[in-house]
DNA sequence: GTGAAAGCGCTAACAG
DNA sequence: CTGTTAGCGCTTTCAC
């Protein structure tokens, strides 16, 4: 079914047609009744793929996702998506599957680079009006978007000197929450951090150690012991501090799955949270709903960082800021049960 | 950037240039050399509107998810790109964000058919060769594609009469996993149920039924309790179970939130799995590999669902199949340490 | 081997 | 108010 075949039943020219749909003219109300019938009982959808081709305006933003399958990516393409849909824009997905290729070809980044560039060769030869790009983690990504001269924002990562970023605050975001411990009358710390090159750990562990500078609190360094990320790094880490003589009595873990790991660590050194260790955990994963007692973790803004990040395209696309942004959003502390609390802080 | 220009940097016309790009016609080696290079310098993309329009042909694929942030949904779309990047095709999602829209108007299931057709006019719009539905829940959606004369694929769902689909096994799944314990010689059990019009909880439950009735185990009906699918409930439905003086010493849980439930409220009675009871649930979350004992769970093949739902959808598209197929993909027994194995399930 | 030209379905001057 | 028509970028017959 095409505007030609609406025009013909219609009796009218596909002019008057393409009027009616997009009410670019004005059209006899008569001449409007008849066509709108004939297009309603015909089911009539109007071809977009020419409409695009003649307009040289798609309203499709290409959406280039390191790996669906990371819990973040699904939150933020959900926030993509509400606002692409508030402003009459579509999302054509490109999930480049980074998580299962790495592992079997782990340092060819090289392939990783054809992959994206055949993404952008259909993103960009589907006319997409700009692009958004979500990584898998929150690091630097350079130079992956070539030949572009559309928009590009980066969404989960950055790129210095191309397109705008969005992302969370790691460094202010433990500053925060590690005031609120000090607040809470908390003066001895050990800290399980992530991995070695990992800029976010190393930003959350800096956010803790300032706040602890101000107030003239200093973290003995093997009271600092890396968890890799995982349940395990953090048990093992947390018996490592807490087995010392002298341990501390708060430990903040760089993440959900270490902190837990300092539960079961708690656990099996007959330590009972929070009344003989308090802890503190990042992510706010599911799961720390599900066991007692609740972790006092952070929630990363994750549906609003997809939705800024859209905001800031289609602002871009519609010409009402050209200016590269660089946005970091604050998280949000959600307090568990984890962490002692000033009026029963007292030594026992 | 367009062919035409590409033609006349090389000094050749548009239609040899289409021929070296598609490999369509025999040309020259010289002239093939000068125009790849032309191609190459100037980071060329065909317009692959234009082309799909031409060929009316898009190798694009529509993806109608009902909520991409449902944890299923990223699975069984990584499925569906993993098949589609082999074969060359794309596809364009459409999130219905049914999850955050329910919450503020539940009963208005005609606003959400409004947004169905939104997706359709869109995708059907943009010429796709064929749509997949992924439903946030495993039920019967009806009537919800109109005026489609495309292939229809539903995942994670299905619809009578229109349309292939493609789910995973509740009820042959439960019949297995309960023989596996039959096999270990349990043979009182208690069922935590899911909620109540659940198409899913239902098949569950008969699966369990129908191992039990081979070997001649009543379950007594005091014994199954719903749980409502959360954690909560299935606490609260485990101690109903567990304070009666005979209870069962197998609790069988739809899922795993409602087993975590059984596992605290076993805590609580001071009871210790899988000593004095075993449990096992249905989904494999993430969470059940952190808590010990591991539960004994369900993994539902949901990335092979999407790469199967594609695969039908392609076959379709390219003729090779015409008939709607309803698959029904097997799940996984994921053993854990929840249930007391035969060499120790003596009476103590 | 290569080119000229028609046409995919639509929009947007322009004419009437 | 409505119709005619050029042309978006590409593929593909058909000639040469």
Redesign the interface.
């Known amino acids: 079914m095409t505007l030609k075949e609406i025009a013909a039943m219609a009796g009218v020219s596909v002019a008057t047609v393409s009027y009616v749909l997009n009410g670019s003219a004005k059209v006899g109300e008569e001449t409007k009744k008849k066509v709108e019938k004939i297009i309603k009982e015909t ?1 009539y ?6 409409k ?2 003649r307009q040289n305006k ?1 309203f499709l933003v290409g959406v280039i996702v390191e ?3 990371v819990w973040h ?3 933020i ?2 926030g993509i ?2 606002i692409a ?1 508030e402003q009459g824009y ?6 480049l ?1 980074l998580l299962s290729k790495i592992e079997s070809r782990f340092d060819h980044i090289s392939d990783f680079q054809k992959d994206i560039d055949k993404s ?3 993103l ?4 997409v009006d700009g692009i958004i790009y979500v990584g898998m983690h929150d690091r630097k990504v350079e130079h992956v978007l ?2 572009i001269n559309k928009p590009v924002v980066y969404c989960y990562c950055y790129s210095d000197g191309e397109g705008s970023s969005v992302r969370y605050s790691n460094e202010k975001t433990m500053y925060q929450l590690t005031h609120m411990l000090i607040d809470n009358g908390h003066k001895e710390f050990g800290i399980i951090d992530g991995l070695a090159n990992s800029e976010p750990a190393c930003l959350r562990v800096n956010g803790v150690k300032s706040a602890l500078n101000e107030v003239g609190i200093e973290v003995n360094e093997t009271n600092i012991v890396r968890g890799n990320w995982t ?1 395990e790094g953090g048990k093992r880490a947390a018996i490592e501090i807490l087995s010392k003589e002298n341990y501390p009595t708060t430990i903040i873990a760089m993440n959900d ?1 270490m902190a ?1 790991g300092v539960y ?1 660590a708690a656990k099996e050194l007959g330590l009972k949270i929070p009344r003989d260790i308090s802890v503190t955990g990042f992510d706010n ?3 720390v ?4 007692p609740r972790i006092t973790t952070i929630e990363r803004p994750l549906q609003l960082m997809g939705y800024r990040s859209m905001e800031l395209l289609l602002d871009n696309i519609n010409g009402k800021n050209y200016e590269d942004a660089n946005i970091t959003l604050p998280c949000m502390i959600i307090e568990g049960e984890s962490i002692k609390k000033e009026d029963t802080n007292g030594k026992e």
Chains 1, 2 share one sequence.
Do not use: C, F, K, W
């Open positions: 089911g959808r109007s071809n977009i793929l020419a695009s081709l798609s790996d669906i399958t990516t699904a939150q393409i959900d998506n509400e849909e579509n999302t054509i997905l490109s999930n599957r952008l060769d259909v960009i030869g589907m006319q070539h030949h349940y799955d837990l079961d994963a599911n799961i709903h599900h066991i007692a």
